[in-house]
């Protein structure tokens, strides 16, 4: 069965102190990896999309990048406006579930100043 | 560019009703998904609509139905309510290319239920 577990499930930084998030998945066939982002109550906000071992985006102050079991959202010198809830998605490139992403729980971040 | 556009925001509903939730894609999106979040979870897939029809499903029962429209926007109705079915509902949309696969998904700001 498809999975995705992130961790920690809860990280909080002072202001300018750089750190990661882990997602680990397990999927027969990985098409594509997802990050979003989500503030409380709202939607989750498109990040960044990972394709293949070895790719690495950035944005801002956001970097993501991709091993065959893990990806790794890094975090450098954050701000109070980086808090927030990081999601991790899979989709499969099975025939019987395309479309469909799974989800971890979050990591829900907090930068203090 | 309107993104991507749900209604209504919050909703309050009682045990054994029924609820209907919109959705309205981005601009140049063919395809809608519609995930459920409980508190402190990740999204749920429930399921997917492309061309009017349901093209994935996720393991909801079938007290979970949807439509697509010819514009390309969604509906989503649940019937019977239960109490656990209070959550936010969230729709994403993207472009499904001719190889199958969409790429990007982008979510409204989803609708709040709550079922007392």
């Known amino acids: 069965e498809d999975q995705v577990t992130q961790s920690p499930e809860a990280l909080r930084l002072q202001e300018g102190e750089s750190s990661s998030l882990n997602c680990s998945y397990t999927?027969?066939?990985?098409?594509?990896l997802f990050w979003y982002r989500q503030d409380p109550g709202k939607g989750p906000e498109f990040l960044f999309t990972?394709?293949?071992a070895g790719e690495e985006k950035e944005k801002e102050r956001l970097k993501a990048t991709l091993t065959k079991k893990e990806s790794f959202l890094h975090i450098t010198a954050p701000k109070p406006e980086d808090s927030a809830t990081y999601l991790c998605?899979?989709?499969?490139?099975?025939?019987?579930?395309?479309?469909?992403?799974?989800f971890g729980r979050g990591t829900q971040l907090t930068v203090w100043p | 560019d309107a993104g991507v556009t749900q209604s209504p925001t919050h909703l309050i509903k009682t045990r054994g009703q029924q609820v209907t939730l919109r959705c309205s894609p981005k601009?140049?999106?063919?395809?809608v998904s519609w995930y459920q979040q409980a508190l402190g979870q990740g999204p749920q897939f429930i399921f997917q609509?492309?061309?009017?029809?349901?093209?994935q499903r996720g393991n909801f029962p079938d007290r979970f139905s949807g439509h697509q429209f010819p514009n390309y926007s969604s509906e989503l109705n649940v019937n019977a309510l239960l109490l656990g079915d209070s959550a936010l509902y969230l729709c994403?949309?993207?472009?499904?290319?001719?190889?199958?696969?969409?790429?990007?998904?982008?979510f409204g700001p989803g609708t709040r239920l709550t079922v007392t």
């Open positions: 994403a949309s993207s472009f499904l290319f001719l190889t199958g696969q969409d790429y990007e998904q982008y």
């Open positions: 999927v027969s066939g990985l098409r594509g």
């Open positions: 990972l394709y293949s």
């Open positions: 998605a899979v989709q499969a490139d099975r025939g019987s579930t395309l479309g469909r992403l799974y």
């Open positions: 601009s140049g999106h063919d395809t």
């Open positions: 609509y492309y061309e009017e029809e349901e093209r």
